[in-house]
């Protein structure tokens, strides 16, 4: 008998644990239950929808798991989709920004062209957790003259203070160690 | 003034040829102009699903470009969304499949559980090229029990042939060098 998925909550147990991925020590919350449960897939995308109270003209996805959120996201509300990605990955002229991880340094790159001064940019992801990706995402956007009406992440690992480095207006569907 | 886009022809012009990425002497075909501009992703999402004509019960997508394009389609058609991914990016038990490049060998993998025995299952990619990626995404599902009904991409490059090593049904939207 096939389960019935209405909301966030139907859909938290099928999050799983992984421990020790992707380096010993550290506890890998993974979604990918829940992305081929075929109710559960659309009840997080509309949950999402549900918690995006404001205009927006592109969704910025973060690579990877950010794509599969932002994919379906873009198509549902006719938005454009501008991926953002790790170094090297994207052809044509990008734009690039390098952050502090806990050991050493990471670069995200966009592609120059993809955002327009003054477009409205809603950035996605599956999960914040100390929030340095979303906030080179952030400053990715704003080099290129555009403007972040919003973060939206699947889950949200509360004690990493992820949150504190992002603008106005963030929302994560679950709330981890809160 | 906004173009409209109503049929893969229209959105055929947005695609950019980068020459020499990732490495010298490829002709990298982007397709990132399409899933910027709003109405032309909808066009190549709604050009796909015109083109599907069996039933199926999982989207097997691609990583990563395939994610874009899997993602939307999973949404749309009420069904679970299952990640193939490079090796060592997948958490949990997974299966693998080792395959020949031109110089030495990839591997992708897929997590054991997220195909069951008889489930159908249509594979996603953004481009066919010669077709070892989708055909290791093939034996991926065969090895779990799963049906492979059909192959969609957005391009198919002609020349390489990629089309002789899947099985039935294939079917591109743009197909290039025919």
């Given at each position: 008998?096939?389960?019935?998925y209405?909301?966030?909550?139907?859909?938290?147990?099928l999050?799983?644990?992984?421990?020790?991925?992707?380096?010993?020590?550290?506890?890998?919350?993974?979604?990918?239950?829940?992305?081929?449960t075929p109710?559960?897939f659309?009840?997080l995308?509309?949950e999402l929808e549900r918690s995006i109270d404001?205009?927006?003209?592109?969704?910025?996805?973060?690579?990877?798991?950010?794509?599969?959120?932002g994919?379906a996201l873009?198509y549902?509300?006719?938005?454009?989709l501008?991926?953002?990605?790790?170094?090297?990955?994207?052809?044509?002229?990008?734009?690039?920004?390098?952050y502090?991880?806990?050991?050493?340094?990471?670069?995200?790159?966009?592609?120059?062209?993809?955002?327009?001064?003054g477009?409205?940019?809603?950035?996605?992801?599956?999960v914040l957790a100390?929030?340095?990706?979303?906030?080179a995402?952030?400053?990715l956007?704003?080099?290129?003259?555009?403007e972040?009406?919003?973060?939206?992440f699947?889950?949200?690992i509360?004690?990493?203070?992820?949150?504190e480095r992002l603008?106005?207006?963030i929302h994560s569907?679950?709330?981890?160690?809160?």
């Amino acid at each position: 008998m096939a389960e019935t998925y209405r909301n966030i909550d139907d859909i938290k147990n099928l999050l799983k644990v992984v421990p020790d991925f992707p380096k010993p020590g550290i506890q890998f919350l993974d979604i990918s239950p829940v992305l081929r449960t075929p109710g559960a897939f659309r009840v997080l995308i509309q949950e999402l929808e549900r918690s995006i109270d404001f205009e927006f003209d592109k969704v910025a996805a973060i690579e990877s798991r950010g794509f599969l959120l932002g994919s379906a996201l873009a198509y549902n509300y006719h938005k454009g989709l501008v991926l953002v990605r790790k170094k090297g990955k994207l052809p044509g002229q990008t734009v690039a920004h390098t952050y502090e991880l806990e050991y050493g340094t990471d670069t995200l790159e966009m592609t120059e062209d993809a955002i327009k001064p003054g477009d409205r940019v809603l950035i996605v992801d599956d999960v914040l957790a100390t929030g340095g990706t979303a906030q080179a995402t952030q400053t990715l956007v704003e080099k290129v003259g555009g403007e972040v009406l919003g973060h939206r992440f699947f889950i949200e690992i509360a004690p990493l203070h992820g949150r504190e480095r992002l603008k106005n207006n963030i929302h994560s569907l679950i709330i981890e160690g809160a």
